[in-house]
């Protein structure tokens, strides 16, 4: 494992903090790490392995993360890929289910990039941020920053084994 991409495709900037909170994981491990919105990634010449995050909005993995699957899908071909998805405001089994069904969906359309680890991690809603009528939502932060290393951690370990000599 040599240079990683962690790229993140938000709105209001909550999934952009996970992605910074997974690269510092990596970064731990040793391996060069690089993190960029997904909407300005050219090219993925230069990683040796792809982490990929996106919040999810009316059923959808955001655009940008969806777009970037689509314009790398050749090199993501052959390149180790995890990703994660973020949203659900609890963590439920059923929330859980049906934020993967999202996340599964989006993959589904991209069948070349085959991501060896999925994640659906809790989100944050800030009604102030929103405008009527998703500013009546309730406040919350459902991201758990344990899971969150922990899977940080199993990926670098899915790096690890999956990297060419
Ligand atoms: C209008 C709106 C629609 C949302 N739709 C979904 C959804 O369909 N599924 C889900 O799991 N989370 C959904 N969420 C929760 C977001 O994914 C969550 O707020 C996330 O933290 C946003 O990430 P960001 O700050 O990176 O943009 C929605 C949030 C808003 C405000």
Redesign the pocket.
């Known amino acids: 494992m040599n240079t990683v991409l962690v790229a993140y495709a938000?709105?209001?900037?909550?999934?952009?903090e996970v992605a910074a909170d997974v690269a510092r994981v990596i970064r731990q491990s040793g391996a060069e790490v690089e993190i960029s919105p997904a909407r300005n990634v050219k090219t993925l010449d230069r990683y040796q392995a792809v982490v990929l995050g996106g919040?999810?909005?009316?059923?959808?993995w955001?655009k940008d993360a969806r777009k970037m699957l689509k314009r790398h899908r050749a090199e993501l071909a052959s390149l180790p890929l995890a990703v994660f998805?973020?949203?659900?405001?609890e963590i439920t089994p059923e929330?859980i289910e049906?934020?993967g069904a999202?996340l599964a969906r989006a993959l589904a359309e991209v069948p070349e990039a085959h991501p060896f680890s999925t994640a659906i991690f809790g989100?944050?809603?800030d009604p102030k941020r929103?405008h009527f009528p998703?500013s009546r939502?309730q406040a919350g932060d459902a991201r758990d920053w344990n899971a969150i290393q922990d899977w940080a951690s199993e990926v670098v370990r899915g790096f690890s084994s999956r990297s060419t000599p």
């Open positions: 938000t709105k209001r900037g909550s999934t952009r919040a999810l909005y009316m059923g959808r955001h998805a973020l949203g659900p405001k929330a049906k934020a999202e989100g944050v809603i929103l998703f939502m």
